[in-house]
T-cell receptor, first 112, second 115 residues
Framework: QKEVEQDPGPLSVPEGAIVSLNCTYS??????FMWYRQYSRKGPELLMY????GNKEDGRFTAQVDKSSKYISLFIRDSQPSDSATYLC????????????FGTGTSLTVIP | GAVVSQHPSWVICKSGTSVKIECRSL??????MFWYRQFPKQSLMLMAT?????????EQGVEKDKFLINHASLTLSTLTVTSAHPEDSSFYIC???????????FGSGTQLSVL
C-alpha cells in the first residue's frame, strides 16, 4: 500500500464550480499536510500548509485535514481557468525525518 | 512563500557531455535540499537528499556517480549530470527546506534534453 493515495483524474469542471481534491494516507504519524499546484513544465508551488487536524482557508482555497479518517481535502471555490493545473498533496512528520510523501497529483481543467 | 531559484530552465546538450543545474534559496537558508526527476504526466520521483556540508543520500536505483550533488552552502545546491545520455532527458526539480520547518519550496525546474 502506498503511503499517500491520490486520484490522478483528470478532473474537468466548468468555470465557477467548486472543486474538491482529496488524498488518503496510511501513516498515522503524519502531522504536516501540504497542497501544491504545478503548472505544466514548472516547479510545484505551495498553496496550503496545515499542521494536524482542522481547516485552513486562504482566499478561494480551503484545506481540510481529518486525521481520524487519514483523509485530507482541498476545496477551490469559484474555480477559474487559471486554476487548471496538477494538484499534489504532500505530508510529513517530525518522526519521518527529512522525508516528504507526495500523492501522484490530480490533473484539473477548468473550462471557461 | 520562500523563493528557490533554479537555473537553467532548459538545456540541450550532446550525448557524453556534463550538465550542471543550480538551485539557490534566495530568502531562507536551506539546511536540506531535495532533487527530483519528473517524467511527463507523472509525479515527482525523489533522486537524492542533501544536507548542507554533508554527502547526499541517494534513492535506490539512482547512480551517485552519474548524478553528482553538491550542497556546499546553506543557499546553494548543484546537480551535475555527468556523461549525459538521451535516457537522462527529463525534467529536474530541486526543493529546499529550512531547518525546523516542514514546508518544502520548489525551484521552477530544468528541462534537460540530451541529443
Amino acid at each position: 500500500q502506498k503511503e499517500v493515495e491520490q486520484d490522478p483524474g483528470p478532473l474537468s469542471v466548468p468555470e465557477g464550480a467548486i472543486v474538491s481534491l482529496n488524498c488518503t494516507y496510511s501513516n498515522s504519524a503524519f502531522q504536516y499536510f501540504m497542497w501544491y499546484r504545478q503548472y505544466s513544465r514548472k516547479g510545484p508551488e505551495l498553496l496550503m500548509y496545515t499542521y494536524s487536524s482542522g481547516n485552513k482557508e486562504d482566499g478561494r482555497f480551503t484545506a481540510q485535514v481529518d486525521k481520524s479518517s487519514k483523509y485530507i481535502s482541498l476545496f477551490i471555490r469559484d474555480s477559474q481557468p487559471s486554476d487548471s493545473a496538477t494538484y499534489l498533496c504532500a505530508m510529513s512528520s517530525a518522526l519521518t525525518g527529512n522525508q516528504f510523501y507526495f500523492g501522484t497529483g490530480t490533473s484539473l481543467t477548468v473550462i471557461p | 512563500g520562500a523563493v528557490v531559484s533554479q537555473h537553467p530552465s532548459w538545456v540541450i546538450c550532446k550525448s557524453g557531455t556534463s550538465v550542471k543545474i543550480e538551485c539557490r534559496s534566495l530568502d531562507f537558508q536551506a539546511t536540506t535540499m531535495f532533487w527530483y526527476r519528473q517524467f511527463p504526466k507523472q509525479s515527482l520521483m525523489l533522486m537524492a537528499t542533501s544536507n548542507e556540508g554533508s554527502k547526499a543520500t541517494y534513492e535506490q536505483g539512482v547512480e551517485k556517480d552519474k548524478f553528482l550533488i553538491n550542497h556546499a552552502s546553506l543557499t546553494l545546491s548543484t546537480l551535475t549530470v555527468t556523461s549525459a545520455h538521451p535516457e537522462d532527458s527529463s525534467f529536474y526539480i530541486c526543493s529546499g527546506r529550512q531547518g525546523g520547518d516542514e514546508k518544502l519550496f520548489f525551484g521552477s525546474g530544468t528541462q534537460l534534453s540530451v541529443l
